[in-house]
């Protein structure tokens, strides 16, 4: 049996969300073949560094682009649509036709199915966050041939809104979190002591706050330095000169930072690097501030004060895509921030439980590492019993997490 994971986006994010449960797989079936298929540098890289800290070594191939007509379109288009992430479907179909089963954390790989007829391929998804976006749990889940999912909030929305069946989903917890370091690095301020705000807008324009109201945000800190701020958005948002969504078509450019921004010894901007993808900020800051990112239930693996910009005038109060906005207030602008967050802070006791709430129905956590649970469901799926009681209780170097009441 041959079973590819594949990393197939422009950033690095998604590869802590699948890449434990191969390593699980790896230790638990030394007779099944694990291969990694990446299809970009950065993402070679971040496989080999997980694998090498979480001590298993896994086969790496590399997908590219092989038709002149896909390396041509990319040229022209890349900066604006992702051609990339589409075409290599086509141009590798000859590794996706030996594979058994593919391991997925996005849906671009239905391409296989509904366009190139890859029927004997079973698709597994493990989705990537636990968000409220409707995105997350449209149509398209349904295709997959088996989903991973993080706890009964996601079972719930994936089966009314998407009509995938139970048979078809397994809870196993989040296998990101497995990759927890005990250790924070250290603060990136000159005052430490200070409160630390995260400002995490989402990329979408139609829903981000930083496109209406992201610059007058940073400006804020500027003049009220009682606070750092670290501001890490998702890592799409600054990926392109340009933005572009497509479940509800939209356009944008994200513009630049302010260079008094990037020089002020209370901020700390990062666009990209892995810190915004490992949890590091999450973690580390007091005060979540942002509008719809799935970070939101990382941050709450601690619960914190929150606050969310209302930018685009949701009617937000009984609408499901906006759960997470119960975490904390929501302002419609940063017009008062300094009092909003002044709030959050004095009035925490009243989110605390619905933020606990928030996260044990969005996360379903077991002493049992959650890359385990995956992968066992995994073999279930393709019908394949264990063949060692090897697999260690805890992965290598880093913590296994168990039962959230880390959270009280």
Request: overall charge positive.
């Amino acid at each position: 049996m041959k079973i590819g994971f594949l990393f197939n986006h422009d950033q690095i994010h998604q590869v802590a969300h699948s890449l434990p449960i191969a390593v699980a797989l790896r230790r638990a079936h030394p007779d099944v073949e694990i291969v990694a298929a990446v299809t970009t540098d950065a993402l070679a890289a971040e496989v080999t560094r997980l694998s090498v800290l979480l001590g298993v070594y896994l086969p790496i191939v590399r997908l590219g682009l092989r038709r002149t007509g896909s390396r041509v379109a990319s040229a022209l288009l890349e900066a604006v649509v992702p051609v990339s992430k589409i075409a290599i479907y086509r141009d590798n179909l000859d590794f996706f036709r030996k594979l058994d089963a593919l391991v997925v954390a996005e849906k671009t790989s239905l391409l296989l199915k509904t366009r190139y007829r890859l029927d004997h391929l079973r698709i597994i998804h493990t989705r990537h966050g636990a968000g409220d976006r409707a995105i997350g749990f449209n149509k398209a889940s349904a295709q997959f041939d088996h989903v991973l999912v993080s706890g009964s909030k996601i079972v719930e929305r994936l089966s009314r809104d998407a009509g995938v069946e139970a048979s078809r989903m397994s809870v196993v917890g989040y296998p990101k979190f497995d990759l927890m370091e005990t250790k924070l690095p250290p603060s990136p301020f000159a005052d430490p002591t200070k409160p630390t705000v995260l400002y995490n807008p989402h990329p979408s324009p139609h829903l981000s706050s930083w496109f209406a109201h992201g610059q007058q945000v940073l400006d804020h800190f500027l003049k009220d330095d009682r606070f750092n701020l670290i501001f890490a958005p998702h890592v799409m948002l600054f990926h392109r000169p340009f933005v572009v969504t497509i479940d509800k078509f939209r356009i944008d450019r994200p513009g630049r930072i302010d260079p008094r921004v990037l020089s002020a010894p209370n901020i700390h901007v990062d666009l990209g690097s892995r810190a915004s993808t490992n949890m590091t900020y999450t973690r580390m800051a007091d005060i979540y501030l942002g509008d719809v990112s799935s970070q939101i239930y990382e941050f709450l693996y601690t619960p914190r004060p929150c606050l969310f910009i209302n930018s685009n005038g949701a009617d937000w109060a009984n609408d499901r895509n906006y759960t997470h906005w119960q975490a904390g207030e929501v302002i419609p602008d940063p017009s008062d921030l300094g009092a909003a967050l002044d709030r959050a802070i004095a009035g925490h006791d009243r989110y605390r439980p619905v933020q606990r709430a928030l996260f044990d129905r969005s996360f379903e956590l077991t002493a049992e590492p959650s890359s385990a649970r995956a992968a066992r469901a995994i073999m279930s799926v393709l019908g394949h019993a264990p063949t060692t009681t090897a697999m260690p209780d805890r992965m290598p170097a880093m913590p296994a997490i168990g039962s959230p009441a880390h959270a009280a």
